[in-house]
């Protein structure tokens, strides 16, 4: 009997689309029946429910199904010649970075997200890395690269890629997030999808030299006491950095997981700014200028301040506090089977290392202790763990991150008690996913 040739599973399953805001949604009210009806359709983006799960119900071929043997068992496989370069099996076309249309007013200066409902452990592929760029990602030929070190030193000096490979380098596991990172939740639930809610971070094993021993070379004069890095972009986007932060944990990186930057993640040379806001991270470095004061570039005054209660903005709000968020369940990732299922999520701290994730599957009543993956780094993500049990009643999911000194994730209400209502970036709060009586997971805000 002749087969149908089409792979069954994956390849039936409908890209998803761009998640639909739906401004006009109401805060969720604990418990209450109108309300969990009122949001059931709210999740629906043309038509469809969001995404996953689709997948794992898809049908299978039985002739692939024991005692068959299945079609993949009975024929040689490619030669080892097939793929240079590796890349994903053809059924996870699913886990890739999306993009919000309507978020930015060009495609050159805009943002994808990391689908973290796809991440299985700590470290962000390569791949699938969020992308941030200010006047599109540079294409850098690392022949004709050079970073510059000026001001307020000894010796101005200009580097090659080769004379920065030279020096003493070190790996370092670190989170990358954009202050915005869930900057449009502080309205009430907006986006339904983790991977829009929480996509703007990463954590990648970087390899390069400490800033310091580049410093170190060109000699910082006693009142050098401000750096500014400036990126080789069409932006030439620009930060200042406090001079004890470039001399801490600072790093010039080539590498991200082992292997070159990727083009749109800096290649061939970024600052790495541990626990720090994304936007400070320049890509395509290409000058460092030492100075006794800041420079109040646009990127921290016109962007990245954080509008106060009083109408005055807070400067220089570089760290980025505790957060987690589960990442399955979620929007993409509904619960499908009825009994034992295990919740993965992911914690991270810019102050240090996560010392707890808590875990709540009744809105902040009642909270357990999540298991942490080790090893637990210092500024990188954690993945976390638990297993819950699943009879088809209503679960309203939260996680909160616990830091090493006792920083507590807040709740969006205690969070605006400090910060008021007209924030866009540093939204760090407890996220609620409402599991409803289908399996299927809305963003939900507690009233
Ligand atoms: N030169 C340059 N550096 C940049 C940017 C940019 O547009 N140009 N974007 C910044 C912002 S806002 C963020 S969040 C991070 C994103 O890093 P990624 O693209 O590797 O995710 O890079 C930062 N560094
Ligand atoms: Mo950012």
């Known amino acids: 009997m002749k087969r149908d040739a089409t792979p069954v599973g994956r390849t039936q399953t409908p890209a998803p689309e761009a998640p639909v805001a739906d401004t006009g949604r ?103 890395c969020f992308e941030r760029h200010h006047g599109g990602a540079a294409i850098v030929n690392p022949v004709d690269f050079r970073l510059m070190i000026n001001g307020l030193v000894d010796k101005p000096l200009v580097f090659t890629l080769q004379d920065l490979m030279r020096m003493p380098s070190v790996s370092r596991f670190y989170f990358l997030e954009c202050a915005a990172n869930s900057g449009m939740e502080w309205r009430g639930a907006q986006l339904n999808g983790v991977q829009f809610t929480h996509g703007m971070i990463h954590n990648v094993q970087y390899t390069g030299v400490p800033l310091r021993t580049v410093l170190e070379e060109a000699g910082v004069k006693p009142n050098g006491k401000w750096i500014m890095a400036e990126g080789g972009d069409s932006a030439g986007m620009n930060r200042s950095i406090p001079m004890e932060k470039a001399l801490d944990d600072c790093m010039l990186a080539w590498a991200m997981n082992g292997e070159a930057l990727r083009p749109g993640n800096g290649y061939p040379l970024r600052l790495v700014v541990p626990g720090w806001e994304g936007n400070m991270w320049v890509k395509w470095i290409r000058r460092i200028e030492v100075g006794d004061k800041p420079w109040f570039a646009r990127e921290e005054t016109s962007k990245y301040t954080d509008l106060m209660p009083n109408g005055k903005a807070r400067l220089f709000t570089w760290e980025m506090d505790p957060k987690s968020v589960i990442t399955s369940p979620s929007p993409e990732k509904p619960v499908l089977h009825k009994g034992l299922n295990q919740l993965r999520g992911l914690a991270w701290s810019g102050r240090g290392k996560v010392k707890r994730v808590d875990v709540s599957l009744d809105g902040g009543r009642n909270w357990q202790e999540a298991q942490l993956d080790q090893p637990v780094l210092d500024k990188s993500m954690v993945m976390f763990r638990m297993p819950f049990e699943y009879t088809g009643q209503e679960l309203l999911m939260q996680s909160r991150c616990i830091d090493e000194h006792g920083v507590v994730q807040p709740t969006m209400q205690a969070l605006q008690k400090v910060r008021g209502t007209h924030s866009v970036y540093h939204n760090n709060s407890i996220q609620t996913w409402l599991v409803n009586k289908n399996g299927e997971v809305e963003n939900v805000r507690l009233g």
């Open 26 to 128: 109401r805060n969720f009210l604990r418990r209450s029946a109108a309300a969990v009806g009122a949001v059931g359709a709210a999740g629906l983006v043309g038509g469809k429910a969001f995404p996953a799960g689709a997948a794992t119900m898809a049908e299978a071929n039985p002739e692939n199904l024991p005692p068959n043997v299945p079609e993949w068992n009975k024929y040689l496989g490619y030669s080892v010649d097939w793929q240079p370069y590796g890349l994903p099996s053809e059924y996870e076309k699913d886990v890739v970075r999306r993009s919000v249309e309507w978020l930015t007013a060009t495609r050159e200066a805009s943002i994808n997200f990391t689908p973290i409902q796809d991440m299985h452990g700590f470290v962000t592929p390569n791949g699938v």
